[in-house]
C-alpha cells in the first residue's frame, strides 16, 4: 500500500500519462500532416482511455515506475522499450476486437511507440543528467579530485563505484594508449599519459593517483610509484587481480600501494580447474591454521570449495581470528576449529578419526631464526622434526591421500638450528615417500620469506618507522627472496596437482632482494625520506646467511608443468631415519643445545654448524 500510494510513484504514473496522451496525439497529427479528418479526431479520442490503461498497466506490471531515473541505465532503457513495444501490441488488439479498429490507422500505433519510446527515454535521461550536472559541481566544492590511471574495465568500474564516494571526485583519466587519448568514460576524459602526470596533476589540484590496473606487472607498477614520488602524488591502488577474481575484493576497495606491489612479482596464472576437482568436497586439515601462511592457505582453500576444512592451532587466540574471519567472510564454507599441538599423537590421532581429511596441509612450524637458535633449540627440534614425523605417520596410518609440508629456502645448507630441523622435516617426508605402503602421498614445497608474514623483517621495518626509526638492517649486501602471502599459498595448492616425479616442489622466487632496498622502499612508501628515517647496520645475527638458496648440493632441478614451479629430484634417505629418531625421542629431553644440534648435523649434513 505504501508503494501504492508514494508520491514519487504517484508522479511517475502521471507523468508517464501525460507523455501516452502527448504521443498519441502527436502519432495522429503527424499521420495526417496536421490536417486531422473529424471521424478519425473521435477515432482518437475514443481509444485514448484504452491506450492509457493499457500503457500505464504493463509499464507497473513491469516495474517501469519502480526505476530511479536518477540512477538509469541500460536495463531500464531496454526494459521500457520492450514494455512500450507489448503495450502497443495489446494495445491494437484490443482496439480491433471493440471495433475501435477501423479509426486507428496502423500507422498511427507504430509512430505512438517511435514517440512514446522517445519521450519516456528523453524525460529520464534530462532528469538524470540534470541531477548528475549539479552533484557533478557540488563535487568540485566538497570532494577531493583524484586522477585515475588506466582506462580499461577496472578504470570504468572504479569510475562507477566511485560515484558514491563521499571522499573524491575523478577529475580525469590517464592512460599510456594514445588511442584513448580524449575519449570519455561516463563524462570522464582521458587527459593524457603517464609522462604527463606532473603538468595534469598541477593544473586539476591533484594530491592522489589512483592505479586502475590490477592485472599490470611490476615494472609498471615501480615507474608509477617514482613518478608520482618525483610529483609529490600520493598512490592508491585496486585489488590485485586475484583477488579480484576470487570475490575477495571489489574495484572500489582502493588501498595504499604496498611493497608487494613493488617487489617484483607478476600475478600468478592457476590451472583453476585442476585446483578446484581437487578441492572440491573434500574434507582438508590445515595445521598451523592461524599463522600467517596457515590462515592464507585457508582462505585460499575456500575458493575451491571444500567439503570441510579443518582449523589445527595451538594458539587459543590465534585460533579464534581465523574462526571468526571465516564466519564473517566465508558463512558459506563449513569449518571445525580443534586446539590442538601437532606433537600429541592422541590429539591429531583424534582429530584425523573424527574428521578424515583426504588431504592436510601441514604449515605448523617454529620459524624465527634468531629465537630457536640459543635457548629453544629442543622445541625447535621438537615442534619442525617431531611435529611433522608424528601428523605425518598418523596421515598415513589414517589413509590421507596427501600430506604437504610447507617448506623454507632456510632448509638448504642450512646454517642456523631453524633451517636445520626443517630440513629434516623434509628428510622425513622423503623417507616416508621411500618407504611409503600405503596410499599417501607425501609433498614437499619450499619458497623464501613471505612478505608480511608473522615474526618476518617487513613488520618489524613498519614499527620502526611508525616509531621515528630508526630501521635495523643486519648488513648492507645481505638478500632474502620475497613472495606474497597469497603467492605463496596459491603455488602451495598448484604444486598439489602437479603429477611430475619428485617430492620437493621448488616455488619460484625470482630474483633476491637486497633488505636494504626493502627498507628502502618501506620508508618511501611511508611518505617519509632516509634523512628523517635512518638505516643502521646492526651485523649479522648468530646463524644468519648473506644470501638464501632454493637448491641443495645432489638435488636436480628439473620444470613442471606450471612455469613457477619447479621440483627438486630428492635425494635417497636413510632408511634408518625414521627409526633412529623415533629411538632419540626419550633423550631429546635430557640432551642439552650442543647435543641437539650435534644430532641435527648427524642427520643433515648441509648443516653448517659452526658458520
Not at 578504470?155 to 571526485?169: A, D, F, M, N, P
Not at 590421507?400 to 622425513?428: C, H, Q, Y
Not at 616425479?501 to 621448488?506: A, D, P
Request: glycine letters at 8%.
Amino acid at each position: 500500500m505504501k508503494k501504492i500510494l508514494s508520491r514519487r510513484h504517484v508522479l511517475v504514473v502521471m507523468a508517464d500519462m501525460t507523455m501516452s496522451l502527448i504521443a498519441w496525439s502527436i502519432a495522429y497529427l503527424v499521420r495526417f500532416n496536421f490536417e486531422l479528418p473529424s471521424d478519425y479526431y473521435q477515432g482518437m479520442l475514443l481509444a485514448v482511455p484504452v491506450v492509457v490503461v493499457i500503457q500505464t498497466s504493463v509499464f507497473w506490471f513491469f516495474g517501469i515506475h519502480s526505476a530511479f531515473w536518477r540512477f538509469l541505465g541500460i536495463v531500464d532503457l531496454r526494459n521500457l522499450i520492450f514494455s512500450t513495444g507489448l503495450s502497443t501490441s495489446l494495445i491494437s488488439l484490443i482496439l480491433f476486437f471493440l471495433e475501435r479498429g477501423a479509426y486507428v490507422p496502423r500507422t498511427v500505433l507504430v509512430l505512438y511507440a517511435l514517440i512514446f519510446a522517445g519521450l519516456a527515454c528523453g524525460v529520464r535521461l534530462a532528469y538524470r543528467y540534470t541531477k548528475e550536472r549539479g552533484r557533478f559541481v557540488l563535487q568540485r566544492e566538497v570532494k577531493e579530485p583524484v586522477l585515475v590511471l588506466g582506462a580499461g574495465v577496472a578504470g570504468e568500474k572504479l569510475i562507477r563505484q566511485l560515484e558514491g564516494s563521499s571522499t573524491w571526485y575523478v577529475a580525469g583519466l590517464l592512460d599510456d594508449d594514445a588511442a584513448k587519448l580524449g575519449g570519455y568514460i561516463h563524462g570522464v576524459k582521458v587527459l593524457g599519459d603517464l609522462e604527463q602526470l606532473d603538468e595534469i596533476a598541477k593544473s586539476y589540484g591533484i594530491r592522489q593517483i589512483i592505479m586502475a590496473l590490477p592485472s599490470v606487472n611490476h615494472k609498471i607498477r615501480q615507474r608509477v610509484a617514482v613518478i608520482c614520488e618525483s610529483a609529490g602524488l600520493q598512490v592508491l591502488t585496486v585489488p590485485a587481480i586475484d583477488d579480484l577474481v576470487a570475490g575477495a575484493s571489489s574495484v572500489g576497495d582502493v588501498r595504499e600501494l604496498e611493497l608487494d606491489d613493488l617487489l617484483g612479482r607478476n600475478p600468478v596464472h592457476l590451472d583453476t580447474k585442476g585446483i578446484q576437482d581437487y578441492i572440491e568436497a573434500k574434507t582438508v586439515m590445515v595445521t598451523g591454521a592461524g599463522g600467517s601462511i596457515g590462515s592464507e592457505l585457508c582462505r585460499q582453500l575456500a575458493r575451491f570449495s571444500p567439503k570441510l576444512l579443518i582449523f589445527y592451532e595451538m594458539s587459543e587466540y590465534a585460533l579464534y581470528l581465523i574462526e571468526t574471519e571465516f564466519q564473517d567472510k566465508y558463512p558459506a564454507i563449513a569449518f571445525r576449529s580443534v586446539i590442538g599441538d601437532v606433537k600429541s599423537k592422541s590429539r591429531v590421532s583424534e582429530t584425523l578419526h573424527k574428521y578424515k581429511p583426504q588431504i592436510i596441509l601441514h604449515a605448523a612450524a617454529y620459524k624465527h631464526v634468531p629465537l630457536m637458535e640459543t635457548g629453544n633449540v629442543r622445541e625447535a627440534f621438537n615442534n619442525n622434526v617431531y611435529g611433522t614425523l608424528n601428523v605425518a605417520r598418523l596421515a598415513e596410518e589414517a589413509s590421507v591421500d596427501d600430506f604437504i609440508l610447507i617448506s623454507t629456502d632456510k632448509a638448504v645448507n642450512p646454517s642456523n638450528v631453524m633451517g636445520a630441523t626443517k630440513r629434516l622435516a623434509e628428510m622425513v617426508c622423503e623417507s616416508l615417500q621411500q618407504n611409503n605402503s600405503g596410499n599417501t602421498r607425501f609433498i614437499i614445497t619450499r619458497f623464501g620469506n613471505v612478505i608480511g608474514s608473522t615474526g618476518s623483517v617487513i613488520p618489524r621495518f613498519r614499527e620502526q618507522i611508525k616509531l621515528g626509526g630508526p630501521v635495523t638492517v643486519t648488513h648492507p649486501e645481505i638478500q632474502r627472496y620475497f613472495m606474497s602471502i597469497s603467492e605463496a599459498a596459491q603455488l602451495v595448492l598448484q604444486a598439489s596437482i602437479v603429477t611430475d616425479s619428485g617430492t620437493i616442489f621448488v616455488l619460484d622466487m625470482g630474483s633476491p632482494i637486497k633488505i636494504a632496498d626493502v627498507a628502502t622502499d618501506l620508508i618511501r612508501l611511508s611518505g617519509k625520506t632516509e634523512k628523517e628515517i635512518k638505516i643502521v647496520y646492526t651485523g649479522l645475527r648468530p646463524g644468519e646467511k648473506m644470501t638464501e638458496e632454493l637448491l641443495a648440493e645432489g638435488e636436480k632441478l628439473i620444470g613442471t608443468e606450471h612455469p613457477k614451479l619447479k621440483v627438486a629430484l630428492s635425494r635417497i634417505v636413510d632408511t634408518n631415519l625414521i627409526s633412529d629418531l623415533e629411538l632419540w625421542v626419550g633423550d631429546l629431553e635430557n640432551a642439552d643445545e650442543n647435543a641437539i644440534k650435534n644430532k641435527l648435523k648427524t642427520r643433515v649434513p648441509d648443516y653448517r654448524l659452526n658458520d
